[in-house]
């Protein structure tokens, strides 16, 4: 049995709505994560999917304890998260790090490469005593395939993807247990990504990392992925290993996002059979009754708005899936090319 | 040969009687930093009722190609030093900036990447779609505002008629995205460049969007220029694709063709990089190094450093778009070797 090294259980955030400028009023919340639980195994990828505001970075922000949840509870090798503090909560700050998205804006301009992978010594100095520093940073640098010569240049000097590797490097640093990465590649190009693809798979391999890996691109996420959730509007939809969730997917909103993928194949164009979608997402503020997805679905029916359907493995399928009719189908996604 | 051997395909040298032509256009911008060479010589065509899909890495050119058709790139520091954009045979480089702007939105229209940057915040959307008839086509208010409901309407925004009078950060991308491609086909043009499209949404949107572009192409039968860097996409809805880069086109070929069989060193090395769904746990084929510095462009074959197939030839002779045969081109010294190997 491996162990959980990650626990979430009913993860709430939301944010407030206000109105007013001198006297703010509080007139509605933003539901961005609502009622979300899952396990994180040490050594395993969890990929996170979803469309754009469906609550993947904020379900980040609270896995990192950067914001605090509403309600629910981030249990950190069985303790919450939220409830640490002092030596404990640094302890933890060390454990769990974040890649962010952005590789052109999460990097302070003004300090050299050096220095930003670095930094996370200042505050945990424990892990590397100065005198060794530099070259501790040396050797990330190295590990994530930069230069260890370029150690004064600073994050203008490098391109996309080498900004994201030293992203990496610096999360890297003081040797995390755990890395959330939030859309590490999704800003890259192909040629580029496919490198800091290649990067992290080979880092898990060597330092034995977990990864919770955010994306909205599903090949990118089943390529990385052992297991793969996916959210809708603030909530888990279905979550399973990744031959679950893409062979036999029994979520009507999995079904679409998978039959939506533009294959790189023009052979299958004809027999591709996409689900298409109507609408669009609703407002995370006043989300649907019962079933979040019934707006758009189209197998809803009246039991769909009245009552919530739970997240759990029905008769007939062998993951969980909170849907009322869960079941699987035939879904077309073929990514061979002859 | 130069390179414009590979545009008139005939080698005629008459009128090919093509919509729209880019003729071994040049652009270079002018900076502080120096002079950076964007567009070294790109050549390709649009008919009527067709897609060519333009694909290519992040500053390869593709933007800045779109943006000299359309008449709008930034001089300064932009400036096109060689070449010609022909629409109907006509040269537009050398034609007024009034002929131009009669062009624009009529004969040629461009969908953005960024519609929330694109679209006006001050006005409503229906105003902005409504004004274009007003202006362009001196409908009355009342008119106008009937069509650009109508334009809405075929973009399938829900309740076209409520939401005329919303402004654009009370849409979502997509509706935002709807919206903008309203605004481009108001009136009707013959070409419409979408560049990147769709980037900015997730896939069940994207699906409905692309939908229905290929939808109003094939009513109006106008020629469409994808721009883009998703392979996936591609391989949906385009007929041909011209591959860029460094400023060139390196390889072009009809979508089954390319997908089937590269005959260019770097789209063998795109094609690589996707993570397939069925080739879960192998390590990803990457194309190593970077794209070149366009203020110092490797001599030769600019992709010569990151090219697994390089020669010292490579690193002396630019090589020449040529014809391959069945519209295929490619600028590679040893394109036949790669079209001809198993
Ligand atoms: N600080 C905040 N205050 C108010 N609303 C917020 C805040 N942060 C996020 N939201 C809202 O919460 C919802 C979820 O946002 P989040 O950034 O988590 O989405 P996401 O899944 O990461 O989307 P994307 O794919 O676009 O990054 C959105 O509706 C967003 O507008
Ligand atoms: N206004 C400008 N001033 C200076 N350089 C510019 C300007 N606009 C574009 N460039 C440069 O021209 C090159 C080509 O840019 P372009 O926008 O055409 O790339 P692209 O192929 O569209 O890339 P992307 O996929 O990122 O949109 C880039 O190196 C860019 O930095
Ligand atoms: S519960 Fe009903 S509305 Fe929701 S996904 Fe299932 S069938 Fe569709
Ligand atoms: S010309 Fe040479 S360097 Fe350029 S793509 Fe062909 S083989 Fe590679
Ligand atoms: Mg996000
Ligand atoms: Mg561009």
Redesign the pocket.
Known sequence: MTENIIEVRDLVKHYPVTQGVVFKKTIGHVKAVDGVSFDLKAGETLGVVGESGCGKSTLARVLMNLEKPTAGQVLYKGQDISKLSGGALRRLRRQIQLVMQDPYTSLNPRMTVGDLIGEPFEIHPEVAPRASRRNKVKELLDLVGLNPEHINRYPHQFSGGQRQRIGIARALALRPEVIVCDEPVSALDVSIQAQVMNLLEKLQAELGLSYVFIAHDLSVVRHLSDRVAVMYLGKMVEVGTEDEIYERPTHPYTQALLSAVPVPDPTVRESKAIIRLQGDVPSPVSPPSGCRFRTRCWKAQDVCAQEVPLLEIRPGSDHPSACHFAEKREIVVTHEVA | MSEQSAAGADGSGRPSGRLLEVDDLRVE?R?RDGV?K?INGVTYHVDAGETLAVL?E????????AQTIMGIL?TP??FVTGGEVRFHGKDMLKQSAEQRRRIRGEGIAMIFQDSLSALNPVFTVGFQIAEQFRIRRGLSRSDAKKRAIEMLDQVKIPNAKGRFSNYPHQFSGGMRQRAMIAMSIALDPEVLIAD?PTTALDVTVQAQIMDLLGELQRERQMGMILIT?DLGVVADVADRIAV?YAGRIVEEANVYDLYRKPAHPYTLGLLNSIPRMDEKGQELRTIKGLPPN?MNIPPGCAFNPRCPMAQPVCRETVPPLLQLGHGRASACHFAEELVNRD
Not at chain 2, 58 to 65: C, E, Q
């Open positions: 911008f900076t950076a964007v290519g992040s500053g390869s050119g593709k933007s800045v190609t930034d520091p932009g990147e860097h860029m366009l």
